[in-house]
C-alpha cells in the first residue's frame, strides 16, 4: 500500500492536531472559493466532513468557508503548488503544498529536499496515477470489501488491518463512490483526489530509516499539505 495512507508522522508529533486543523482550514478555504454550499460544491463537502471527523469546532469551520467564499474581508488567499523529486534512494516523491506565499514556499521546499533532490514538473509525476482515495473502515465483520467496490462503483481497493480500506476511484467518480460506500458496509473516514504510485519501492532497515526521516521533515512544514510517496 502507499506510503502516503500508511505514513502517519503528523499524528506522531505533540502539536498533531493544531496541523491537521490548519491544513483542513486551507483545504475548506480553496474549496469554498467555488461556492459556499456544500451541497452544490462536492469538494467543500468533502473537506467539511473531513474536518467535523477531526471534531474542528463548528467556528473555525464557518469562518474557513466565510473566509474562502470572500464573505469576510481581510481573507488570506491561499494556492496550491505541486513539487515533485525524489528522496534518497531515488525514491519518487510529489509535495502539495498550500501557501500564502509560494516565495517563501519555494525556499522552504529546496532546503529540505537537499538530502535528496527537487525535480522539475512532470519528473515523477508520470510514475503515479492522478486519482480518487478513500480511506473507509469496515462497520462490520460482515463487510466485504471487493463486494462494497464492486457496487460503489470504486475502480481498485486495498485492504489493510483491523477492517480498514482504501478504494481507489476515477477522480470524478470520487463523490458518488465516497456517497454509496456506507450502503455497503464501509465508513468513510476521508475522501480525497491525490497520487497513487504505479511502481512503489521496496526499501529496509537504514534505507528506510533515511527516506522515512526526509519525508517527516517535509511533512512538518506548514505549508505542505499533502505528501505522496513511492513506497510500497
Known amino acids: 500500500m502507499g506510503a502516503q495512507w500508511k505514513a502517519k508522522?503528523?499524528?506522531?508529533?505533540?502539536?498533531?492536531?493544531?496541523?491537521?486543523?490548519?491544513?483542513?482550514t486551507k483545504e475548506i478555504m480553496i474549496a469554498a472559493r467555488n461556492g459556499a454550499d456544500p451541497d452544490m460544491n462536492p469538494r467543500l463537502?468533502?473537506?467539511?466532513?473531513?474536518?467535523?471527523?477531526?471534531?474542528?469546532?463548528?467556528?473555525t469551520l464557518e469562518r474557513a468557508v466565510k473566509k474562502g467564499s470572500g464573505q469576510l474581508d481581510g481573507a488570506v488567499t491561499y494556492e496550491k503548488v505541486v513539487y515533485e523529486g525524489f528522496a534518497p534512494h531515488q525514491v519518487p516523491v510529489i509535495v502539495e503544498c498550500m501557501t500564502d506565499n509560494v516565495n517563501r514556499t519555494i525556499s522552504n521546499i529546496r532546503v529540505l529536499f537537499r538530502k535528496g533532490q527537487?525535480?522539475?514538473?512532470?519528473?515523477?509525476?508520470?510514475?503515479?496515477?492522478?486519482?480518487?482515495?478513500?480511506?473507509?473502515?469496515?462497520?462490520?465483520?460482515?463487510?466485504?470489501?471487493?463486494?462494497?467496490?464492486?457496487?460503489a462503483g470504486a475502480q481498485d481497493f486495498e485492504q489493510g488491518?483491523?477492517?480498514?480500506?482504501?478504494f481507489i476511484t476515477d477522480m470524478t467518480d470520487l463523490?458518488?463512490?465516497?456517497?454509496?460506500?456506507?450502503?455497503?458496509?464501509?465508513?468513510?473516514?476521508?475522501?480525497?483526489?491525490?497520487?497513487?504510485?504505479?511502481?512503489?519501492?521496496?526499501?529496509?532497515?537504514?534505507?528506510?530509516?533515511?527516506?522515512?526521516a526526509f519525508l517527516a521533515a517535509i511533512d512538518d512544514d506548514d505549508d505542505v499539505h499533502e505528501l505522496y510517496v513511492g513506497l510500497a
Open 118 to 151: 527537487l525535480g522539475s514538473s512532470g519528473s515523477v509525476s508520470w510514475d503515479f496515477d492522478h486519482v480518487g482515495l478513500i480511506e473507509a473502515v469496515a462497520s462490520g465483520a460482515d463487510s466485504d470489501i471487493e463486494l462494497a467496490a464492486i457496487e
Open 9 to 24: 508522522h503528523r499524528a506522531a508529533a505533540a502539536d498533531a492536531k493544531g496541523k491537521l486543523f490548519t491544513r483542513l
Open 161 to 166: 488491518d483491523d477492517g480498514e480500506a482504501l
Open 175 to 212: 463523490d458518488a463512490v465516497s456517497k454509496a460506500l456506507p450502503e455497503f458496509g464501509f465508513a468513510v473516514e476521508s475522501a480525497k483526489i491525490g497520487y497513487r504510485p504505479k511502481n512503489p519501492m521496496r526499501l529496509e532497515g537504514d534505507a528506510l530509516a533515511e527516506v522515512e
Open 45 to 59: 463537502r468533502l473537506a467539511i466532513d473531513a474536518a467535523k471527523k477531526q471534531s474542528m469546532p463548528r467556528d
